[in-house]
Nanobody
Framework: VQLVESGGGLVQAGGSLRLSCAAS????????ISWFRQAPGKEREGVSGISRYDDSGDPSTYYDDFVKGRFTISTDNAKTTVYLTMNDLKPEDTAIYYC?????????????????????WGQGTQVTVSS
């Protein structure tokens, strides 16, 4: 049972990266997946999450305000992989990025950032944005 992140690296401000989170060993559709990041000396914070369904029964996505319009979360169910496409990167986006699987398929707007909701974490991938 694991999540493996990849795709991090060094990029100049304004550049783009796509992070991947490959899941294995569990039923992919039964878990919501979110991305978090942690910069040196700072707490881990939620970046984006994807819920398998919302009140209407459709998948839904969540973003923190500082990445809205720049980052996009998506999923390839056939590959059991979740992606985070990051555009217009800024030096303040520099951090280790982690993906995490929640204990249920559904996230909610007010709680998707709560770390304790997530049972499984990847090892992280470093993203460094130079100015």
């Amino acid at each position: 049972v694991q999540l493996v992140e990849s795709g991090g690296g060094l990029v100049q401000a304004g550049g783009s990266l796509r992070l991947s989170c490959a899941a294995s060993g569990f039923t992919f559709h039964d878990y919501a997946i979110s991305w978090f990041r942690q910069a040196p000396g700072k707490e881990r914070e939620g970046v984006s999450g994807i819920s398998r369904y919302d009140d209407s029964g459709d998948p839904s996505t969540y973003y923190d305000d500082f990445v809205k319009g720049r980052f996009t979360i998506s999923t390839d169910n056939a590959k059991t992989t979740v992606y985070l496409t990051m555009n217009d990167l800024k030096p303040e986006d520099t951090a280790i990025y982690y993906c995490a699987a929640g204990g249920s398929p559904r996230l909610r707007l007010k709680t998707w950032r709560w770390l304790y909701l997530y049972d499984l974490w990847g090892q992280g991938t470093q993203v460094t944005v130079s100015s």
